[in-house]
């Protein structure tokens, strides 16, 4: 559940190449989503978690972020292993799975060619993040899956990038006890090439719930 503002409406207009893209995937893959994807969890959520962007058979063709490619496994793994989820993942939207005191989104929402949205995408896209934000009342950690997700989430609030560099497992202050925690995406890429392991998620994973779930720390 989110608020109408935010996410975008299903034939949103403001990305003239992502809008081409979408409908050229209609026309190939009718029976896929391909549209923006909305954000998924939990209403009463302390934990967010922000992605780059639907991938082409992951979120774009089932309309749930992270859902139906591995970079989804991954994450929906540690997410049940955290205690942040109820039922089993199944890679599909109704696999019946309810997330708990965490909410999934991504910085940009819909596809961007090769995986790769450019500046003018991601700043029309920031005032959803902002939004969805925004509408979490008990909101106390983001987790930031890669660079881009980062950055934006900085720019939202204002604050200088070069005063918050993105590092794997660093965390920033974003004021009123919220905290930006840093992880590299959770993408094959990453994983098969060694820069990301499933213990260095999982503990990236770990310290951002710890923060949302408990007392701030002196």
């Given at each position: 559940?989110?608020?109408?503002?935010?996410?975008?409406?299903?034939?949103?207009?403001?990305?003239?190449?992502?809008?081409?893209?979408?409908?050229?995937?209609?026309?190939?893959?009718?029976?896929?989503?391909?549209?923006?994807?909305?954000?998924?969890?939990?209403?009463?959520?302390?934990?967010?978690?922000?992605?780059?962007?639907?991938?082409?058979?992951?979120?774009?063709?089932?309309?749930?972020?992270?859902?139906?490619?591995?970079?989804?496994?991954?994450?929906?793994a540690t997410i049940a292993k955290l205690g942040l989820s109820e039922g089993?993942?199944q890679s599909r939207p109704d696999d019946g799975l309810v997330l708990k005191?965490?909410?999934?989104?991504?910085?940009?929402?819909?596809?961007?060619?090769?995986?790769?949205?450019?500046?003018?995408?991601?700043?029309?896209?920031?005032?959803?993040?902002?939004?969805?934000?925004?509408?979490?009342?008990?909101?106390?950690?983001?987790?930031?899956?890669?660079?881009?997700?980062?950055?934006?989430?900085?720019?939202?609030?204002?604050?200088?990038?070069?005063?918050?560099?993105?590092?794997?497992?660093?965390?920033?202050?974003?004021?009123?006890?919220?905290?930006?925690?840093?992880?590299?995406?959770?993408?094959?890429?990453?994983?098969?090439?060694?820069?990301?392991?499933?213990?260095?998620?999982?503990?990236?994973?770990?310290?951002?719930?710890?923060?949302?779930?408990?007392?701030?720390?002196?």
């Amino acid at each position: 559940m989110t608020t109408d503002l935010a996410d975008p409406p299903g034939d949103c207009p403001q990305c003239p190449r992502l809008v081409e893209l979408r409908r050229d995937l209609r026309q190939e893959h009718p029976d896929w989503f391909n549209a923006p994807v909305p954000s998924f969890g939990d209403p009463d959520a302390r934990l967010l978690i922000v992605g780059l962007a639907p991938g082409l058979n992951g979120a774009n063709r089932t309309g749930r972020p992270f859902t139906g490619d591995y970079a989804g496994d991954l994450l929906y793994a540690t997410i049940a292993k955290l205690g942040l989820s109820e039922g089993q993942f199944q890679s599909r939207p109704d696999d019946g799975l309810v997330l708990k005191d965490c909410m999934i989104t991504n910085a940009v929402r819909c596809l961007p060619p090769a995986n790769k949205p450019v500046g003018a995408e991601i700043n029309n896209c920031r005032p959803f993040l902002m939004a969805q934000i925004d509408a979490l009342p008990n909101l106390r950690a983001l987790l930031a899956l890669g660079r881009i997700a980062h950055e934006s989430i900085l720019r939202g609030f204002g604050l200088r990038l070069a005063d918050h560099k993105f590092a794997h497992g660093a965390a920033h202050d974003l004021g009123k006890d919220l905290r930006l925690y840093d992880s590299y995406h959770c993408s094959r890429y990453n994983t098969n090439t060694g820069r990301l392991t499933e213990a260095m998620f999982e503990t990236a994973m770990r310290d951002a719930r710890d923060w949302a779930l408990n007392d701030p720390l002196p």
